[in-house]
Structures are given as structure tokens and as C-alpha cells.
């Protein structure tokens, strides 16, 4: 299924993100109450490269399992 960036994730007035729900990318499982800046990488995807894309996922056992991210044009 496709989401909208700023469904799955919230911008800090800092500039952080932090996700407003249970997500996972690759084996890395966090949710609401973490908070991440520019840099951090989850299984080596830092979600910062892909602010503002579209989000490809599945939910599986109430965790939003991130596939990828969709390009400006697709």
C-alpha cells in the first residue's frame, strides 16, 4: 500500500523524525518516542535520503513494514 511521508512519519520543530507508529526496515523494528536525525540509518536506509517520497508498505501484525520509497515521479 502507499503512504504519504507525513502519514508515517512526524517533523520535530528541531528537524527530527520521529514515527507516529510501529514501523519496520529490514530488521530494524521502532516506533512512537523515537527520535532520529540526519545520518542515522535503520538496516543502512536513512530515512532523511527518502523526506517527502511516498512510502511503500504492508502492515503485518500492527508494525508497518517499509518495502521502499517511491520515486518523485512514479
Given amino acids: 500500500m502507499r503512504?504519504?511521508?507525513?502519514?508515517?512519519?512526524q517533523e520535530n520543530?528541531?528537524?527530527t523524525l520521529?514515527?507516529?507508529m510501529t514501523i519496520r526496515?529490514?530488521?530494524a523494528t521502532?516506533?512512537?518516542g523515537v527520535t532520529f536525525g540526519p545520518g542515522?540509518?535503520?538496516?543502512g536506509v536513512n530515512i532523511f535520503d527518502f523526506k517527502g517520497l511516498?512510502?511503500?508498505g504492508e502492515k503485518e501484525d500492527g508494525i508497518l513494514v517499509i518495502k521502499g520509497f517511491y520515486k518523485n515521479d512514479e
Fill in 3 to 9: 503512504y504519504k511521508f507525513d502519514q508515517i512519519f
Fill in 13 to 15: 520543530p528541531d528537524k
Fill in 18 to 20: 520521529t514515527p507516529k
Fill in 25 to 27: 526496515i529490514g530488521s
Fill in 30 to 32: 521502532f516506533g512512537p
Fill in 40 to 43: 542515522v540509518s535503520f538496516s
Fill in 54 to 56: 511516498d512510502i511503500e
